[in-house]
């Protein structure tokens, strides 16, 4: 897939990181991302899938703004691109959590590990389908070299579809198609407008659309909660939204689309590798066979092309 140098400001030229630093950067946002899982199935235990997505969205809209104010002032952007962003946000930030916190609360959180490393085939498909970037092998087989690591890892054996959790299931899934589809949407915005300024009015936008569906169940709700959930929230909101997206944000002036959606197979490694530094799991052959066949994949879509011409058709 195309490389980070065929987008303006690549490397070498003026201000642009190197390579290193954009993919340590993805790295980062997908261990902010592993730990979404776990604590957002505490949340939503106790607050309504809408609320939560409310409180997330606006919240991260207020602290972004704020840092934009302070930073560089109002967030201007043309008026012909506002429709853009709203439905960007419609995609990326109301329906993705929409319905990955209503899929959440109706499924198994394996379920839900397994399905939503669908997000890069979404995310390829998009792609292709919107003429930004060409297929290769190269690149779709670095895609299934990944999933076969996590399914390995999780074990496809851990999905587990019936009645009880077909629903949430499906809005698993519809969820990474959102985000997926997002991510190739986005990318030209971002490089447009900076990514601070894109992402908070994508957040803004993303607030007015959930409204409807969280300010009611929240003004219910919020009086009763413990200061653990609360706690909870807050990180949701701070590490799982404002640096993971902002980050992302940053990383898609860089890299292309399906670079950055191919990190999100380092979630399920990253949660089993959280698990072991802070609840002393062992580590075990499986999730080392597992970690080589991400990285494997990750470095079949990521490493550079030897020619300027292989470089101008990669996909």
């Known amino acids: 897939m195309n490389d980070a140098t065929q987008h303006p400001g690549g490397e070498g030229a003026p201000g642009t990181p190197s390579p290193l630093v954009v993919h340590g950067a993805l790295v980062a946002v997908q261990l902010g991302f592993a730990s979404h899982?776990?604590?957002?199935?505490?949340?939503?235990?106790?607050?309504?899938?809408?609320?939560?997505?409310?409180?997330?969205?606006?919240?991260?809209?207020?602290?972004?703004?704020?840092?934009?104010?302070?930073?560089?002032?109002?967030?201007?952007?043309?008026?012909?691109?506002?429709?853009?962003?709203?439905?960007?946000?419609?995609?990326?930030?109301?329906?993705?959590?929409l319905l990955f916190f209503h899929g959440l609360s109706r499924t198994r959180a394996t379920n839900a590990s397994v399905l939503v490393t669908t997000i890069p085939v979404f995310t390829l498909v998009a792609t292709l389908v919107l003429g930004r970037e060409k297929a290769t092998w190269r690149g779709i087989g670095g895609v299934a070299v990944a999933l076969s690591g996590v399914l390995y890892l999780v074990g496809v054996e851990a999905l587990t579809v019936g009645v009880e959790t077909i629903a949430g299931d499906a809005m698993i899934v519809a969820n990474a198609a959102c985000?997926?589809?997002?991510?190739?949407?986005?990318?030209?915005?971002?490089?447009?407008?900076?990514?601070?300024?894109a992402v908070v009015w994508l957040f803004t936008f993303g607030a007015l659309w959930v409204a409807p569906f969280g300010v009611p169940d929240l003004l219910t709700t919020a009086p009763r909660l413990a200061p653990a959930i609360w706690a909870a929230v807050a990180w949701v909101v701070l590490v799982a939204?404002?640096?993971?997206?902002?980050?992302?944000?940053?990383?898609?002036?860089?890299?292309?689309?399906?670079?950055?959606?191919?990190y999100i197979y380092?979630?399920?490694?990253?949660?089993?590798?959280?698990?072991?530094?802070?609840l002393d799991e062992p580590v075990t052959a499986r999730l080392l066979v597992a970690a080589l066949l991400v990285f494997a994949g990750i470095f079949l879509v990521t490493r550079r092309p030897r020619d300027r011409g292989d470089a101008r058709t990669d996909g």
């Open 37 to 97: 899982h776990v604590v957002s199935k505490v949340a939503v235990a106790e607050v309504p899938p809408g609320a939560l997505a409310f409180v997330r969205a606006s919240s991260a809209a207020l602290i972004m703004l704020a840092i934009h104010l302070a930073r560089r002032g109002l967030p201007r952007v043309p008026v012909r691109d506002l429709p853009k962003l709203a439905g960007a946000a419609l995609l990326g930030i109301a329906g993705n959590q």
């Open 179 to 197: 985000y997926g589809t997002y991510l190739v949407v986005v990318t030209n915005l971002v490089k447009r407008h900076g990514s601070m300024t």
């Open 241 to 262: 939204t404002v640096f993971t997206y902002l980050v992302n944000a940053w990383a898609l002036r860089y890299a292309p689309a399906s670079v950055v959606a191919i």
């Open 266 to 278: 380092l979630q399920p490694v990253a949660a089993t590798a959280l698990a072991v530094t802070f």
